[in-house]
């Protein structure tokens, strides 16, 4: 799986700082959706990219078999939106401990949950659900299209 070859400090996440690799995921559809065009828009952002489809993505749907080190609860430290210090220093910690992985709220949609698995064979091989590329309008991820029906469909800031 790519999160765990292509490892590098140019590519960090919530729960990894590039000195190793995790994939990561979420309870459905639309919580990897709102998680993706966060990164998505930063990054279109960095890179003063012209309004336009901008993004093509596809949906993997798999399965995890792991016990996660819960945060869900009583860990508002480590899921600041705007600083993964916090959350990198506790996973290197509890992987070095031995633990699978971390489930956390999501920070982009409130009612989702994602996990960080630190482990390849603690996911199943996903298969491809949806392909989609996501309209940038200049600040940010306005609209995506399912590319399988064509159907375009608004994302709320």
């Not at 901008?54 to 600041?80: N, S, T, Y």
């Not at 698995?117 to 603690?122: E, L, N, R, S």
Request: charged share 20%; aromatic share 12%; proline share 5%.
């Amino acid at each position: 799986m790519v999160p765990f070859v292509h490892v590098t400090p140019d590519h960090q996440g919530r729960f990894h700082d590039g000195t190793y690799g995790a994939f990561y995921g979420a309870d459905g559809f639309e919580t990897a959706l709102f998680e993706t065009v966060h990164h998505t828009r930063l990054f279109c952002a960095a890179t003063d990219d012209a309004p336009g489809w901008i993004a093509d993505k596809r949906e993997l749907v798999g399965q995890l078999d792991a016990v996660l080190v819960d945060v869900r609860e009583g860990f508002g430290d480590l899921l600041d939106p705007d600083d993964d210090g916090r959350s990198q220093a506790f996973a290197r910690e509890h992987r070095a401990n031995g633990a699978n992985g971390i489930v956390y709220p999501s920070v982009r949609n409130p009612v989702g949950t994602c996990f960080a698995a630190f482990h390849p064979d603690v996911v199943s091989a996903p298969v491809q659900g949806r392909h989609i590329t996501y309209h940038w309008d200049g600040t940010r991820v306005d609209m995506f299209k399912d590319l399988g029906d064509g159907s375009v469909y608004a994302i709320s800031a």
